[in-house]
């Protein structure tokens, strides 16, 4: 892998021929093109155990809590938005990694649990998630992931509506 000392990489990756107009531009070119090969490539892993990155995180999302979750919980906890969430959750119902129940209180509500094949399928992508995370970001010293994170974070606050 060859890196540009004088910071044009990217420009030479999207064959830009001009400079970019902003500083501004060459970040969101540069975090839109990092996030589309990771995602690329995480879905690439997904895939080989019959799962979208969407339905993954669902998963993921459920395990982490321990317990059933309302249905709009689990859309609101997403890492991308998932407006469609009722048929994600039915695909993953027909797959027999979750199990949904209203609630008796309230009809509206959708209940929402991981089974024991879900958590088993997670198991099973762990250790080979771990190994793409380190492949895909591990080269960066903790100090580096820290000041991504914080900055990725900042980034971010500028498009939370009010």
């Not at 938005?81 to 009809?107: F, H, N, W, Y």
């Not at 991981?114 to 099973?124: D, P």
């Not at 793409?132 to 509506?161: F, N, W, Y």
């Amino acid at each position: 892998m060859r890196f540009w000392v004088d910071g044009n990489r990217l420009q030479h990756e999207l064959k830009k021929k001009q400079p970019f107009d902003s500083p501004a531009q060459e970040a969101i070119l540069n975090l839109l093109r990092t996030a589309d090969q990771f995602q690329n490539r995480l879905g690439r892993l997904f895939r080989e155990y019959g799962l979208t990155p969407s339905q993954y995180n669902v998963l993921r999302i459920l395990r982490g809590e321990g317990h059933p979750l309302p249905s709009l919980e689990v859309g609101d906890r997403m890492i991308q938005e998932a407006p469609a969430i009722t048929g994600l959750i039915d695909r993953l119902e027909k797959q027999g990694l979750v199990l949904r129940r209203r609630c008796t209180e309230d009809r509206r509500v959708v209940f929402v649990e991981i089974t024991s094949q879900g958590v088993t399928l997670l198991s099973q992508i762990d250790e080979p998630l771990a190994r793409m995370h380190e492949q895909l970001i591990g080269h960066l010293r903790p100090d580096e992931l820290d000041a991504l994170s914080r900055l990725l974070e900042k980034a971010r606050l500028s498009t939370v509506e009010e």
